[in-house]
């Protein structure tokens, strides 16, 4: 008989979302905008949720930290419900956000002042404070820009920065909504790199939203919402490769998938789960190998 060990357990569960339905509105005509929603995000996992527009991404995240509650059902953070109001700082602590416009989240005129924001309003003493800034800003590699004002910052650097002051508040987990929407492509993979070291580790747990396919693909596991419904999950190989319902809801494969469905429907003899021109170069030479081209 084997022993297991620790990483053979699955991950102590962090959030519990228990048939969560949610509306806006305090009338019960209006439209349900989350209907029904059953998830377990473990803790030190790396989890994206993609979904169309309007599908009910960001009413979702804001539940992570009970800037929104349940209409039924229900969100637990770390055990805590978060209806409950006196969990309220709790669960905000534990669970911080980033949105999508970096300069909506900036506060301070110099980077570091920025950065220590968070853990002044938890009544953190100063020289606490101070160890905490220095390790956030070296965590997102910004230690350099300490003394910068944030305005003069690239996206991507402005993104980090708004990172670092959620880790100062020494969070189990980020929220992050659609971080890179704004940012050129340098600045998007500054990000992305940054979530999952910190997920790696600092074993953070990340829940990262975005429209990006390739971004998804970074995750352990891939969540698709729809109309306010999960109707998808599971490793980004495994979702990916459900190209017609991915299409149907109107969302975009990454391309080499999308390319090595076609060639399979052509007999071409190649696995279905690929994600990168690598995958797709390297599947391509092992069957013009096995015909001896
Ligand atoms: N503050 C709000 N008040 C009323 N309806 C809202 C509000 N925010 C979002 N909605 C509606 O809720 C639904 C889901 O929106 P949202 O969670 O922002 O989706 P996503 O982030 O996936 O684009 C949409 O139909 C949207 O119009
Ligand atoms: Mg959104």
Redesign the pocket.
Known sequence: MTTKTRSDRPPKPLIEIENLAFR?GQDEDEPL?LKGIDLTIGSGEFVAII?P???????LAKHLNALLVPTEGSVRVDGMDTRSKEHTWSIRQRVGMVFQNPDNQIVATVVEEDVAFGPENLGVETEEIRRRVDLALKEVRMGDCAKNPPHALSGGQKQRVAIAGVLAMKPKCIVLDEPTAMLDPVGRSEVLETVRRLCDEEGITIVYVTHFMEEASFADRVIV?NEGMVVLQGSPRGVFTEVELLKGIGLDVPEMTELAVRLRRRNIDIPADILTVDEMMAALRRVWEGRGV
């Open positions: 806006y905008v979904g527009n309007g599908s009910g991404k960001s009413t919402l």
